[in-house]
């Protein structure tokens, strides 16, 4: 069969791969034609166009490129229409995606499916209209997701989540101890605790400078290692970093610091499901400029109670989440040295860890996928 996938980030990039292999496991004639990155054009088949060509994130770049924006979804529509798919797949990325399944399901008669849902359970659940009216099929990576669409009557396909394939693959393949991680980058015996402070430049700019103030004071028992974000410039950070902390950055390693680190300050994203998944005890930290404002918001617009994948999977707070105007430098280390130091505390976090891993479920989120992908098909 022909699959017609559409992704407008990094991440989709990694997860459409996974399942295009996953669906040549399920189908072997598979055909593959797509926007994507590098990781699906290593799976093979036709890239029509690179996401980074998609990518406008915030309100003044897409503004700025509309333009552009609307040339490339005009190119998208036409494409799908000539090559005549058997299914049309979305990945995430709800702004370009929506759209053109509302044009699929009016111009064509080729089944639209879903993988990775919109979040719209956080905000824009208006968008429930679209998703019910326009895609066939939704194939979700959140558990709690499930008990959402239901409530508005759309049943949609729990697969499972890839962070747990990854972070499971990972641990297979790298059963590398702590002394070989230390020689490998020029770190001492001390334990670890691990900085992700995310991958764009204003969230680094935000909240390195604070999550090393926070850190400093432990420094004398533990090492401060920071993970580069892909494509980041080195020298970026050095603006934001303070002179008389002592913290290592090593790039293309998050999983392996968090695979020996002992605690871990971690920006919201994906990034808190991943240090769950490898039950490192974290502070969530997420400070703005305009803290006030989102915290007006987060009381008033988001739906949900929680930021971090986390505490939504489990339904409570499991870790503490520091943001906007609660994200300061003596709640943090106040946060951090109750998980370094009261044991206590400590193990009743990762308890709840291991209570969210059983709820995600097992390893193979892709293959589930694409195996109820290919049946559906077929039917």
């Given at each position: 069969m022909k699959y017609y996938l559409i992704v407008g980030e990094a991440s989709g990039d990694l997860h459409a791969s996974n399942l295009m292999r996953a669906l040549i496991q399920e189908d072997p004639e598979a055909e593959f034609r797509f926007f994507g990155g590098d990781l699906m054009t290593a799976v093979g088949g036709t890239?029509?166009?690179?996401?980074?060509?998609?990518?406008?994130?915030?309100?003044?770049?897409?503004?700025?490129?509309?333009?552009?924006?609307?040339?490339?979804?005009?190119?998208?529509?036409?494409?799908?229409?000539?090559?005549?798919?058997?299914?049309?797949?979305?990945?995430?990325?709800?702004?370009?995606?929506?759209?053109?399944?509302?044009?699929?399901?009016?111009?064509?008669?080729?089944?639209?499916?879903?993988?990775?849902?919109?979040?719209?359970?956080?905000?824009?659940?208006?968008?429930?209209?679209?998703?019910?009216?326009?895609?066939?099929?939704?194939?979700?990576?959140?558990?709690?997701?499930?008990?959402?669409?239901?409530?508005?009557?759309?049943p949609v396909h729990y697969v499972g989540n890839p962070c747990v394939d990854a972070v499971d693959a990972y641990c297979k393949e790298h059963p590398d101890g702590f002394p070989e991680f230390v020689a490998d980058n020029g770190l001492s015996e001390k334990p670890v605790i691990a900085l992700l402070a995310g991958s764009r430049k204003q969230e680094i700019k935000d909240n390195l400078p604070m999550m090393l103030e926070a850190a400093a004071p432990f420094t004398k028992d533990y090492q401060l290692v920071l993970a580069g974000a892909p494509g980041m410039d080195p020298a970026y950070y050095s603006d934001y970093i303070n002179p008389n902390v002592p913290v290592k950055i090593i790039f293309g390693q998050t999983y392996r610091l968090l695979q020996h680190a002992q605690a871990a300050l971690v920006t919201s994203g994906t990034a808190t499901l991943e240090t769950a998944l490898f039950r490192v005890p974290q502070v969530v930290c997420y400070y703005t400029p305009v803290g006030k404002f989102i915290a007006f918001l987060r009381r008033h617009i988001l739906k949900v109670k929680y930021i971090s994948l986390v505490n939504l999977v489990a339904d409570k707070e499991v870790v503490r989440e520091l943001v906007a105007d609660t994200m300061t430098v003596d709640n943090v280390r106040s946060e951090l040295e109750s998980l370094l130091y009261n044991k206590v505390y400590r193990n009743k976090v990762l308890e709840e860890y291991d209570r969210i891993i059983q709820i995600l479920g097992p390893a193979g989120a892709s293959g589930t996928a694409a195996r109820e992908m290919v049946a559906l098909l077929k039917k």
């Open positions: 890239r029509v166009k690179h996401y980074k060509e998609l990518a406008y994130m915030g309100f003044i770049p897409v503004l700025l490129h509309l333009r552009t924006i609307f040339r490339n979804m005009k190119e998208c529509k036409q494409d799908i229409v000539r090559w005549t798919p058997d299914v049309v797949i979305l990945v995430d990325y709800p702004g370009f995606n929506l759209k053109i399944a509302e044009f699929i399901k009016k111009q064509t008669k080729i089944p639209v499916y879903y993988y990775i849902s919109p979040k719209i359970w956080a905000w824009k659940e208006y968008r429930i209209k679209n998703i019910k009216r326009d895609v066939d099929e939704l194939f979700s990576i959140l558990p709690f997701e499930v008990e959402f669409f239901a409530g508005h009557q759309y």
